[in-house]
């Protein structure tokens, strides 16, 4: 793509209206040393960037083998799928709330509680109470050290 001519050539990638502002951003990145020596891990964090999802190469490594090496294309692509995954698993998690669902497990009424309480009180078993108020033994444990605390 040439100055006079706007239009990109076949197979070229078109240049953005930021192009020169992205340069010296990558300029700057790379002499803050951002990306560190690692030439591809720095790439990647642009490309976040680029595209309004930032992450920083710290963000962008975690969770991957070899932590301390330079990356690799193939962990290069692990990161980069890391950071889409984790941002559906939000976007997700924000469209259920904005729709005005109850996420995480539902709580336990205060029916069911006082019961706990009352037959533990009474001295019965852990499983008999559990299998009794309709509620998981762990739910009875729980219950009676809350009570105990």
Do not use: H, W
């Not at 793509?1 to 239009?7: G, K, T």
């Not at 969770?63 to 976007?91: F, W």
Request: glycine letters at 10%.
């Amino acid at each position: 793509m040439s100055a006079s001519n706007p239009e990109p050539a076949p197979g070229e990638i078109p240049a953005s209206p930021d192009a020169t502002a992205e340069s010296a951003e990558a300029e700057a990145m790379a002499a803050s040393g951002q990306g560190g020596d690692d030439a591809l891990l720095g790439c990647l964090a642009f490309l976040c960037r680029y595209y309004e999802r930032p992450r920083s190469p710290e963000v962008l490594k975690a969770g991957l083998p070899d932590a301390g090496k330079p990356l690799t294309p193939a962990l290069a692509v692990r990161a980069a799928e890391r950071a889409m995954i984790r941002e559906r698993v939000m976007s997700g998690l924000e469209r259920a709330k904005a729709q005005g669902k109850q996420l995480g497990r539902p709580r336990i009424s205060g029916a069911k509680i006082n019961a706990v309480r009352a037959a533990r009180a009474e001295g019965k078993s852990i499983r008999a109470i559990a299998k009794a108020v309709g509620v998981s033994v762990g739910t009875v444990q729980r219950i009676a050290a809350q009570k105990a605390a």
